[in-house]
């Protein structure tokens, strides 16, 4: 993709991102990011964007924000060292917890920011959409925190494979809605929350679990999510003696990669974000957006996406849910550009296995997402020894019982011994 910017516009971009000069006033990462929204939808966006702008830096919103990750969230999350891994590997390997937090993945950092902020706007509902339904169990517990009645917009199709997850999300007293349009998936959810934001922009706020769609969100969910880098960042000096020479995130979205990436940019650590690799590189057969895809505009933000030659958005396919969509934030597509961070992918057997040693040999079960960034640093690892590894364990594994249950576990010598 560095063929999409001058070598100058690149680093002069990639300089302003380090200084946190981006997005600009525009809501634009260089070429990418911006806000192509329907004329209906720009007042909501407009009044978001004006609220993002008066709150999120004030000291009383900040105040209250690390209140909630320190006392509901638990924060810091661990950073912890990977002895048997990193005997295995040969290398180094730290794991910064996330897995750790309330509702079990980073998540939850956003919706309680969104939440705080949703109450600040003196919204009277949250609405969210979800496919996996991991969002919207966040979301649901942030509302439920702050006191907003909160409405999740999920696919009818995702509701019956999730269906663990709606009951979640009723218990944290959240209304439910099956989307039965278009796909009936999280493209249609998203598009059905985007009509019912329109109705009432005022009244309404729409939490987006992910760094993409139109300005501000990319920018407002990077700001919530960055707690995750800037505390790994100072673990890894008092912990491990120093950072770490390369870290690794999974990337569906995007927002645990931009969490853990942002505050490291202008450090000389290796950025390496990973993708679903799927069960192969076919269109459809994965969601390795930034690795295959082209540039094009999805759901109101110019990015990579996987699309045909008229720029029809393609299927995805992931073993894990959270990676699995056609899109990618912005802010990923200019650090792609400009070389910053390096996007690989990892298939699902690579993360199946990943996830069963981690289990194995360090006695976390995590989630089939985080797997894909396990599989791409054993590699790395292999390539070069003695690697000092920060690897971002964005969530834990339990919910994905269900499929894994469906591949049997492999008996491994070091761990049955
Ligand atoms: C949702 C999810 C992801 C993918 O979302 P991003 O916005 O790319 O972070 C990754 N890991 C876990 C555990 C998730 O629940």
Not at 77 to 92: D, F, K, Q, V
Not at 207 to 232: K, N, T
Request: proline share 5%; with cysteine; hydrophobic share 40%.
């Amino acid at each position: 993709m560095s063929a999409l910017l001058q070598a100058d516009e690149a680093s002069a971009l990639l300089e302003a991102a380090i200084r946190g000069d981006l997005p600009d006033e525009r809501g634009r990462f260089g070429p990418f990011g911006g806000r192509y929204v329907p004329e209906t939808l720009v007042p909501a966006f407009e009044r978001l964007e004006k609220g993002v702008h008066e709150h999120l830096h004030e000291p009383s919103f900040r105040a209250e924000f690390q209140r909630e990750l320190h006392e509901w969230v638990g924060r810091p999350t661990a950073l912890s060292y990977a002895p048997r891994l990193s005997e295995s590997w040969g290398a180094e390997v730290w794991l910064k917890r996330e897995d750790l937090a309330h509702t079990g993945a980073h998540k939850i950092n956003n919706a309680i920011g969104q939440a705080i902020l949703a109450k600040r706007l003196g919204a009277k509902r949250v609405i969210a959409e979800t496919g996996a339904g991991q969002h919207g169990v966040a979301s649901a517990a942030a509302c439920a925190r702050v006191g907003l009645p909160c409405t999740v917009y999920m696919g009818a199709v995702d509701m019956e494979r999730q269906s663990p997850n709606v009951d979640r999300m009723r218990r944290l007293g959240a209304e439910v809605v099956a989307v039965e349009s278009g796909d009936k998936t999280l493209r249609a959810a998203i598009d059905e929350a985007l009509r019912t934001w329109v109705t009432d922009p005022e009244g309404i706020y729409y939490l987006l679990g992910s760094a993409v769609g139109a300005h501000p969100y990319p920018y407002l969910v990077r700001e919530l999510q960055s707690v995750i880098g800037q505390e790994a960042r100072q673990q890894m000096i008092d912990l491990a003696g120093g950072l770490p020479d390369v870290a690794f995130a999974c990337v569906g979205g995007g927002s645990n990669a931009i969490g853990l990436f942002y505050p490291l940019l202008g450090d000389d650590i290796e950025l390496i974000g990973v993708e679903a690799g799927g069960t192969g590189n076919g269109l459809g057969q994965n969601a390795a957006t930034l690795a295959t895809g082209t540039p094009g505009v999805l759901q109101g933000s110019y990015t990579i996406i996987l699309q045909d030659q008229d720029g029809q958005v393609q299927e995805t396919h992931s073993i894990s849910a959270g990676l699995d969509y056609s899109g990618v934030g912005p802010e990923h597509a200019l650090l792609q550009a400009t070389g910053r961070v390096q996007y690989i992918s990892a298939t699902d057997d690579e993360a199946l296995e990943a996830l069963e040693e981690l289990c194995a040999s360090e006695g976390i079960l995590t989630a089939l997402e985080t797997s894909h960034a396990f599989a791409a640093a054993r590699d790395y690892a292999a390539q070069k020894p003695g690697s000092r590894i920060l690897i971002g364990n964005s969530g834990r594994g339990d919910k994905d019982m269900p499929t894994l249950t469906k591949y049997p576990a492999r008996t491994r010598s070091h761990a049955g011994a």
